[in-house]
């Protein structure tokens, strides 16, 4: 690698709280900083955590959320535009050439990652319903989230919009104020670890680890959290249908998850499905889920809202045929019939659609990542926008 030299005139901030490799948004810049750094780009970073390397990267750690879960959010934010105004006040210049956020995060940032629109999926949990007390606390967690996106979207500051996906761009394009800047960035893998050389090596070693025979149809489903949201239940109702129809061999394997957020999706399977330790099998939080998905047959996730859904994402790369919901962001990736199939919310149709797609075969579907990018490509693309809101023509 060529020697790193620094123009202090070429200096980028991230304003995140969680600049961690474990965070899908996060990763992508983490992925492309070596790139920026190569190109001589200082990295600053205000945050929480950050597994940045400190020795060549600027950090400001900002003091620890005194509040729990998901307020965390809403304290680093404004906790961010409190330390970035007295700055402001103190120093009367601009901490970098660029300043880049999390959308709802920073308001004095010049360009914003999207990846949710917190409206959107507040008008669906709306028609879903609650079905828990906490399901409320949550839904007003997601306003105060709809609030701050708002705030970022109209703030005179804020020259681009970076949305995943084709589909929230459309989203945020319509609520945004006139003027404001898109430019679809997809999310990127690491193509290193998903891919179909990766499927082949691990596929029958994981496939036995988990007590699964050759003739066994196994859908994999990941999600950290979130399942309602993501679809899990619809697919248990799916696949319910399938096995009550006869179809016995179908298997579910959920990737990831909190053991307290397992165990309550497992009491609520003890009420409704008597059988389903027979066929669902959940592997918990897993640094390495590359190796599950390579037990699979194909990926199911019949989400009602995403962005552009990383997991989607990394099982096509690893050559599963995606079973998805028309949701935001499957227009970058599916091409039914192709690389898999568009499911209905309607899990007798959903079923029905699974039925086709095993009596099809895994095998007759095509390898295909859409429009997604791998890490190199996602730092170049990283690495033009920056230059071009840095250059005179740009500002």
Known sequence: MRPVVLDRSKSVLWV???????????????????RLQAEGWKIKIWCLRSDA?????EHVFLPRSPLPGALVMFYFSLAANLYGLIQWLLHRERPADVIHTNC??????DVASVHFVNCVWLRKHWELGFESWKEPLQFLLHCGGAIFEWIQWWCPLLRKALPVSDSVGEEVRRRARPGLEFETLPNAYDETRFNPTIRAESRETFRAQLGWR??????AFVSLGHHKRKGFWL???ALAILRAEGVQQVRFLVVGGLPRTIATLEARLNREVSDWREWIVFTGQQP???????????????????AFCLAEIEAAAMGLPL???????????????????VLSYEPTAMAATLRHFIERGAASFSRDTGQALT????????LGIYERLRSPAGR
């Open 16 to 34: 995140d709280a969680y600049v961690e490799y474990r965070d899908p948004g996060a990763r992508q810049l983490l992925y492309a900083l070596p």
């Open 53 to 57: 390397p400190r020795d060549s990267v």
């Open 104 to 109: 709802g995060i920073y308001f004095g940032a």
């Open 214 to 219: 050759s003739g066994e149809i196994v859908f």
């Open 235 to 237: 697919a248990v109702k």
């Open 288 to 306: 390495a889920a590359e190796h599950y998905l390579a037990a699979a047959d194909a990926f199911l996730y019949p989400s009602y809202f995403e």
């Open 323 to 341: 079973l998805l919901t028309p949701h935001h962001g499957s227009e970058m990736i599916l091409r039914d019939g192709v690389n898999g199939c």
């Open 375 to 382: 890490r190199t490509e996602y730092a170049h693309r990283l």
